[in-house]
């Protein structure tokens, strides 16, 4: 059974830092992982998707990594702003028709 | 990429009865799914909504609880049946064109039960 993990389930920084949120999951035969924002009380954003067979994806100030063989992935924010606080949940899709595994997600804090 | 609303946003229910939540995505996908987020957790998978067929329910989630239609591939609705205030929840629905696309999630319908 795929188990995905987010260490820590916070973080606090101070605004214009450089961060790196962690996510690892326990099978590495995935399809693809997909990286989300969520602001409190609302739904799920997407930020980013790679696919089994790439190494990363960019989106503006964000760049997720993907490293199956060590089943880890990692979600780098540029330049933090205070606009930036949200939690950031990763989610693994196993093969191509099963579900989304979700870890519990790291609530970040940019402080001004 | 996909647009998907949720009615209603939020409401207050008294414990015994239903609630129906719609789901509309803007565009036609193939699978759509309910999850349910109860208070500083994360997301739980309630069942797979199956165009022209029985949803797809997950373990610990039963049809007579939660019964779920999706008529079309745009649509779907979730029922909460004989709610109880443990069933106080955010739900959202969630779309995804292809298993190698972006899944996408509405904005959430946050119930409370009394």
């Known amino acids: 059974k795929q188990e995905v993990t987010q260490i820590p389930a916070a973080l606090s920084v101070p605004e214009g830092e450089n961060l790196v949120l962690n996510c690892s999951f326990t099978d590495s035969a995935i399809y693809n992982l997909q990286w989300f924002r969520q602001d409190p009380g609302k739904g799920l954003t997407s930020l980013l998707l790679i696919q089994s067979s790439q190494r990363e994806q960019t989106s503006g100030r964000l760049n997720a990594s993907l490293d199956k063989s060590s089943g880890r992935s990692t979600l780098y924010i540029a330049a933090s702003q205070p606009g930036d606080s949200a939690t950031y949940l990763c989610a693994v899709r196993g093969g191509a028709n099963s579900k989304l595994t979700f870890g519990k997600g790291i609530t970040l804090s940019v402080r001004p | 990429s996909a647009v998907i609303s949720q009615k209603p946003s939020r409401d207050i229910c008294q414990r015994g009865t239903s609630l129906t939540i719609q789901c509309q995505v803007d565009?036609?996908?193939?699978?759509m799914f309910w999850y349910r987020q109860q208070p500083g957790q994360s997301l739980t998978l309630i069942a797979t909504?199956?165009?022209?067929?029985?949803?797809?329910?997950e373990s610990g989630f039963v049809i007579d609880k939660f019964p779920i239609s999706r008529p079309n591939l745009t649509f779907s609705t979730l029922t909460v049946s004989n709610m109880s205030p443990e069933d106080s929840s955010i739900y959202l629905c969630?779309?995804?064109?292809?298993?190698?696309?972006?899944?996408?999630f509405g904005p959430g319908t946050r119930l409370t039960v009394t």
């Open positions: 909504a199956n165009q022209g067929s029985e949803a797809t329910y």
């Open positions: 565009s036609q996908v193939t699978m």
């Open positions: 969630s779309a995804v064109r292809d298993f190698g696309y972006e899944q996408y």
